[in-house]
C-alpha cells in the first residue's frame, strides 16, 4: 500500500525542517539585499517640463519648415494628423544639437496628456548628470525649435528638473522580497525531497499509515550512539 500524504503530514513535515526553512529563507533575503545594495547600480531620474505656444498669426497650410535633413517640408504635413507639441518632441531627440546633449543619459521628451506641454526625462546612475542634461535639453529647446519654425512660436520652461535624492531604481523592497519568496519556495522543496528520500520507517504511526497495520510494542536499541533507541 503506497503512504498517502495529507496536509497535516505536509505540515508536519515541513515542521520537522523548521530549522533549515528558516535558515535558507534567511539566506536567500540576504543574498537578495546584497546583491541589490552593491551589485545593481542605482539609476536616478528627474524630469523638466517646458511648453510650446504657437503663434496665431501662424498659418500652417502656407508656411514651410526646415527639415532635420535641411530641406523644405510643408508644417501643416507634420502637424496634421499630430499635435505640434507631438511634433517637437520627436525633433528635439532627432536634432544634432540636442543629441549631443542627451548622450551622456538615457532621455524620453513625450507630451502630457495631448497637451503643449513637453515632459523632459533624464534617467543617469549620476543625480546631478540626470538634473543637468534634463535642464540643458530646456534651455536648448527654443533654439532648436526656431531652427525649424522660425517665429511660428516659442519654447518656454515651466518647471526645471530638481536633482533627485533617491534613485527610481532599482527597487529593493521587490528585491528583498522576490528573495524572500525564493527562499521560502526552495527550503519547503528542499524539505520536501528530504522526507522522499529518506526511506527510514518512523515510530507507530508511520508503520500504520503505510501498511494499515496497529503497532503493539517496540524494542529499544540500548547499543545505539547516544543511549537508547527505539527499534
Not at 47 to 71: H, K, M, P, R
Not at 108 to 132: H, K, Q
Not at 150 to 173: F, L, M, Q, R
Request: glycine fraction near 4%; aromatic fraction near 8%.
Amino acid at each position: 500500500m503506497t503512504k498517502q500524504l495529507t496536509i497535516g503530514d505536509l505540515l508536519q513535515m515541513f515542521l520537522h525542517h523548521i530549522r533549515l526553512i528558516i535558515i535558507l529563507t534567511l539566506v536567500a533575503t540576504l543574498i537578495a539585499f546584497l546583491y541589490v545594495t552593491y551589485m545593481v547600480t542605482p539609476v536616478y531620474t528627474t524630469s523638466a517640463l517646458i511648453l510650446v505656444q504657437t503663434d496665431s498669426a501662424f498659418d500652417y497650410s502656407t508656411s514651410t519648415s526646415s527639415s532635420l535633413s535641411g530641406e523644405k517640408v510643408d508644417v501643416n504635413s507634420v502637424s496634421s494628423s499630430v499635435t505640434l507639441a507631438n511634433t517637437c518632441a520627436i525633433m528635439f531627440t532627432q536634432d544634432p544639437d540636442m543629441k549631443s546633449i542627451i548622450s551622456g543619459a538615457s532621455v524620453s521628451i513625450n507630451s502630457v496628456e495631448d497637451t503643449y506641454f513637453l515632459r523632459i526625462t533624464a534617467s543617469s546612475p549620476d543625480p546631478n548628470t540626470a538634473a543637468t542634461i534634463a535642464n540643458r535639453v530646456a534651455e536648448t529647446a527654443p533654439a532648436v525649435f526656431a531652427k525649424y519654425f522660425a517665429d511660428a512660436g516659442k519654447v518656454d520652461t515651466v518647471e526645471e528638473a530638481s536633482i533627485p535624492s533617491t534613485p527610481s531604481s532599482p527597487n529593493k523592497s521587490r528585491y528583498i522580497l522576490m528573495g524572500f519568496l525564493i527562499g521560502i519556495v526552495l527550503s519547503l522543496v528542499i524539505s520536501f525531497l528530504l522526507e522522499i528520500v529518506d526511506t527510514t520507517i518512523k515510530p507507530g504511526d508511520d508503520l500504520y499509515k503505510i501498511y494499515d497495520i496497529p503497532v503493539f510494542g517496540e524494542i529499544i536499541d540500548f547499543d545505539a550512539e547516544g543511549g537508547a533507541k527505539k527499534k
